[in-house]
C-alpha cells in the first residue's frame, strides 16, 4: 500500500500539499488541469522532487530516505524514455542492470517481456526504427522487468492516438493481472482509463481534491471541473 | 508559344557564385606560367603540403581535447562567474586570427609575459614561439572555446527525461558518460572535428606571422609568398588550384558527415546530474578547468591592456584605417546578405512551391562551400582572370568586399533561412490564394519577419569582415590600410604596445557588431 500523508513541497510560484494512498495491486488513474502537480506528485514518489514535511511509505517501508535508484519504483515518462543509441533489448536492459551486463535467465525474460507487450522480433531495433507506441510499449516492458512493484506512468500515452492510447490502456491493465504491482497513472482524459481503473484521484492547485471508484468521482460534483480540464488541454 | 521567363534571383546568384569558383579554377587550370611545372615545384609543395597537414592535426586533437573537457567540466559543475565563460566562450567565434596571433606574442613572446615571469625567476630566456609551438597555441585558442561552445549545446540537447531515467536508474559516472554524455559527443565529433582541421588548414594569418620560416607555411600562405613577393604566377596557378582542388572535396566529405551546427543559445538544463556530487569527477574537472583558465585568461586579458595605450595611436592613420575598415566591411555584409536572401529564397521555392528537396538541399550546401574556398587560391585565381582583361590595381577594391562578403555568406545564410522557411510554412498558401509573388510577396509576406535576422546577418558579417586579416595582406600598403594590417604592420615592426592597442580597437568593433547581431537575433523570439 502507498500511503502519502501530508507532503508538502514549495517553490516561489507554486506550492503542493499531497496525501493519498493507493492500496497494493490497484490501478490508479490520477486526472486533473495541467499544471495542477499530477507530474510533480509522480517525481515526488519516484525521489525526484524532495518534500519539507510529511510522510511517503510504500507498503510499511519509508520512501523518503532513499536515492531514487533505491526506491521500489519504476517510472515511464510521456517521451524519451529511451537511449536512441541502444536496441530494444538494451532499453529493456537497463531497467534490470545500468551495466547491461545481463545474464541468459534476464535475456530471456526480456525476451517473453517483450512478447507479451506485442514486441517479439523487435529486439534488435534502434527507438529510430520504431513508432511512437511502439517505443512507448519497450519503456512499458523495462517497467516490468525491473521487477519493482510501483510503476509510475506519466502521460505515458497522451501523444499516441485515441484508439492506440485505449489499446495500451487495456495493455497495462491485463499486465498488471500477471504481476501484482501497484500503478499511478496520470492520465489526459479520465474516461479513457474509467474501466480499467481501480481508483481515481483528483489532483488541482497542488492537492489530491477527491480520490475514490472512478466512477464515484466522475459523477462527483467534480464533473464540469473535470470536463474544463480536458477541454482545456 | 515559348515565353522567356527571367530565372529566380537565387538561381543567378548559384551560377555567378559556381561562375566564379569555377571560372577562378580554369583561370588557374589554363594559366601558362612558362617554367615552373608541377614537377619542379613537387619537394616544395610537399614540404608544404606536410606542414599544413601535421599542424592541422595537431591543432585539431589539441582544441578537441581541451574543449571538450571543458564542455564536460562546465556542464556538471556550477561555480561563481560560470555565465561569463559561457558568455565569453561565444565571442571566440568572431575574435580576429591577427588579435589571436597579437596575444601570442604578448604573452609567450620574446618579452612576453611568460618570458618576463621566468626571468623573475631566473631563467636565462629564449623560449621561441615560431614554428608549432606558436601555431598550435593561437588555433587552440581560437578553436578550443568553439569546440566547448558547440558541445556544450549539444549536451544541453539531452532530454530531462534521460537524466531522471539515469537517477531512477542508478547509473555510475561511467554509465552516464556511456548512455548520455558519449552519443552526443559521437554525432557532434566528426562534423567539429572537420571544420578545425579545414579552417586550421586554409589557416593564413596565423601561420604567417607565427611561422617562421618558408618550411613552415599553408597553401594559403605558400600562395600568399608566390604572389606578393615572387610573383611567380606559375607557382600560384598550381598551388592555388591544388588547394582548391583539397578544401572543396574536405567539405564535401565534411558536409557528408556534418549535421548544421545547432544555432541554440546555452540554456541549463533543469535537472541536476546524478554524477555531479562524484569526487573523482571533482578533481578531474578542477584540474580541466584550471589549464582551460591558465592558458585562456592570459591571451584574452592581453588584448585588455591595449586600454593605456590607446592614446599614443590616436591619430589620421587609425581613423583612416578604421573607415577603411568599415566601408569594406559593410560593402562585404551587403553582399553576404543579398547573396544569402536570393540563395535561400532559391532553396525555399524548391522546398515548399516546387518540392524538389534535392535542388534544395544544393542550395543549402553552397554557402557551406563558401566557407571552404580558400581565399587566396579564389584570389589568386580571379586576379588572373582580372588580370588579362582589366586593371590589376583596381583589383583589391573590388576583390576584398567580395571575397569577404562570400566567406560571410553561410552565417548570413544560417540567419535569413530558417525564418524564410517558417513563413512560407504559415503564410505561404494564403499569399498564392492573393497571388503574391516576387517583389509584393517578398516585401509584405517576408520582411516584417525578415528584417530582423537580416540585420543580425549583417552585423555578424560586419564583425567577422572587419576583423579579417585575409587578402588585404595582399592588397593593403600605402594606398589601402585597414585596421587588421595596420596591427600587422606594428607586429612586424616589434611595436607591441601600439599592436595592443590596434588590437584592442578591432576586438572592441568585432564585439560590438557581434552583440548587437546576438540581440537582434534573440530579440524576436
Redesign the interface.
Known amino acids: 500500500m502507498l500511503v502519502i500523508e501530508n507532503c508538502r513541497l514549495t517553490w516561489p510560484d507554486f506550492a503542493a500539499d499531497y496525501s493519498l494512498s493507493v492500496k497494493a495491486g490497484n490501478l490508479c488513474a490520477v486526472i486533473g488541469p495541467s499544471g495542477g502537480g499530477k507530474t510533480t506528485l509522480l517525481h515526488m514518489i519516484a525521489g525526484f522532487e524532495t518534500p519539507q514535511s510529511g510522510t511517503l511509505t510504500f507498503d510499511g517501508q519509508n520512501l523518503l530516505p532513499l536515492a531514487p535508484a533505491k526506491r521500489p519504483v519504476a517510472i515511464v515518462f510521456q517521451d524519451h524514455n529511451l537511449f536512441p543509441h541502444l536496441n530494444v533489448t538494451q532499453n529493456v536492459g537497463l531497467g534490470i542492470r545500468p551495466s547491461l551486463r545481463l545474464t541468459e535467465g534476464e535475456k530471456m525474460l526480456i525476451e517473453e517481456t517483450l512478447q507479451a507487450v506485442g514486441l517479439g522480433g523487435f529486439e534488435n531495433r534502434k527507438p529510430g526504427e520504431m513508432s511512437g507506441g511502439q517505443r512507448q510499449r519497450v519503456a512499458l516492458a523495462r517497467a516490468l522487468v525491473s521487477g519493482r512493484p510501483l510503476i509510475l506512468l506519466d502521460e505515458p500515452f497522451s501523444s499516441l492516438d485515441p484508439t492506440l492510447r485505449r489499446d495500451m490502456i487495456l495493455l497495462v491493465d491485463e499486465m498488471r493481472r500477471k504481476r501484482p504491482v501497484t500503478i499511478l497513472m496520470t492520465i489526459h482524459t479520465p474516461e479513457d482509463a474509467a474501466h480499467v481503473a481501480d481508483q481515481m484521484a483528483f489532483v488541482a492547485d497542488g492537492k489530491v481534491v477527491a480520490s475514490g471508484q472512478p466512477a464515484e468521482i466522475l459523477n462527483s460534483a467534480l464533473a464540469p471541473r473535470i470536463a474544463a480540464a480536458v477541454s482545456n488541454s | 508559344m515559348l515565353t522567356l521567363r527571367l530565372p529566380h534571383p537565387g538561381t543567378l546568384v548559384a551560377f555567378a557564385i559556381l561562375g566564379l569558383v569555377v571560372g577562378g579554377f580554369i583561370a588557374l587550370a589554363t594559366f601558362d606560367g612558362g617554367t615552373p611545372t608541377l614537377f619542379s615545384i613537387g619537394p616544395y609543395l610537399g614540404r608544404v603540403l606536410a606542414f599544413s597537414i601535421i599542424q592541422a592535426t595537431l591543432s585539431t586533437v589539441l582544441s578537441l581535447a581541451l574543449g571538450i573537457g571543458l564542455a564536460l567540466a562546465l556542464v556538471r559543475r556550477s561555480f561563481p562567474g560560470r555565465g561569463i565563460v559561457l558568455a565569453a566562450l561565444s565571442t571566440t567565434m568572431v575574435m580576429p586570427t591577427i588579435v589571436a596571433v597579437f596575444a601570442v606574442f604578448a604573452v609567450y613572446g620574446r618579452s612576453g609575459w611568460l618570458s618576463e615571469g621566468l626571468a623573475f625567476f631566473g631563467w636565462p630566456g629564449g623560449i621561441t614561439i615560431f614554428g608549432y609551438p606558436g601555431i598550435l597555441i593561437a588555433h587552440v585558442f581560437l578553436n578550443a572555446p568553439f569546440v566547448a561552445r558547440i558541445t556544450l549545446d549539444g549536451l544541453n540537447q539531452i532530454?530531462?527525461?534521460?537524466w531522471?531515467?539515469a537517477?531512477?536508474?542508478?547509473?555510475?559516472p561511467a554509465?552516464i558518460f556511456r548512455?548520455?554524455d558519449w552519443?552526443v559527443l559521437?554525432t557532434e565529433l566528426p562534423g567539429i572535428a572537420g571544420l578545425i582541421f579545414l579552417m586550421c588548414f586554409k589557416s593564413f594569418a596565423i601561420v604567417l606571422a607565427l611561422g617562421g620560416g618558408p618550411s613552415r607555411s599553408t597553401l594559403e600562405v605558400a600562395i600568399y609568398e608566390a604572389l606578393k613577393i615572387d610573383l611567380d604566377f606559375g607557382r600560384v596557378a598550381w598551388l592555388a588550384l591544388i588547394q582548391l582542388a583539397i578544401c572543396l572535396s574536405m567539405t564535401g566529405l565534411l558536409h557528408w558527415a556534418f549535421t548544421r551546427p545547432p544555432v541554440g543559445h546555452t540554456v541549463r538544463s533543469l535537472?541536476r546530474r546524478p554524477d555531479a556530487g562524484n569526487r573523482r569527477l571533482k578533481a578531474l574537472d578542477s584540474i580541466v578547468l584550471a589549464i582551460a583558465a591558465l592558458f585562456i585568461a592570459p591571451l584574452a586579458l592581453s588584448v585588455l591592456t591595449g586600454l593605456r595605450n590607446i592614446p599614443d595611436i590616436l591619430g589620421a592613420d587609425l581613423l583612416q584605417a578604421f573607415f577603411t575598415s568599415m566601408i569594406i566591411a559593410a560593402a562585404a555584409a551587403v553582399i553576404a546578405c543579398l547573396l544569402a536572401l536570393a540563395l535561400a529564397s532559391a532553396a525555399r521555392r524548391k522546398r515548399l512551391v516546387l518540392r524538389s528537396p534535392r535542388i534544395a538541399a544544393f542550395y543549402d550546401f553552397l554557402p557551406d562551400t563558401l566557407l571552404a574556398v580558400p581565399p587566396f587560391a579564389l584570389t589568386a585565381g580571379l586576379f588572373l582572370l582580372i588580370q588579362r582583361s582589366g586593371d590589376p590595381s583596381s583589383a583589391g577594391l573590388i576583390l576584398l568586399p567580395l571575397i569577404n562578403g562570400l566567406a560571410a555568406v553561410p552565417f548570413a545564410y544560417r540567419f535569413v533561412a530558417p525564418h524564410l522557411l517558417t513563413v512560407e510554412e504559415r503564410y505561404g498558401r494564403v499569399a498564392a490564394s492573393l497571388g503574391l509573388a516576387g517583389w509584393a510577396k517578398l516585401t509584405i509576406m517576408d520582411w516584417p519577419v525578415l528584417k530582423r535576422p537580416l540585420a543580425a546577418g549583417f552585423a555578424l558579417a560586419m564583425a567577422l569582415s572587419f576583423g579579417d586579416f585575409g587578402i588585404i595582406a595582399l592588397f593593403g600598403g600605402t594606398e589601402l590600410v585597414t585596421l587588421p594590417y595596420l596591427l600587422y604592420e606594428r607586429l612586424g615592426a616589434y611595436r607591441l604596445d601600439e599592436a595592443s592597442a590596434v588590437g584592442l580597437v578591432i576586438v572592441l568593433v568585432a564585439f560590438l557588431l557581434a552583440h548587437i547581431s546576438g540581440r537582434l537575433s534573440h530579440a524576436g523570439h
Open positions: 532530454p530531462a527525461e534521460h531522471r531515467l537517477t531512477a536508474f542508478g547509473f555510475t554509465q548512455h548520455l552519443p559521437r535537472v
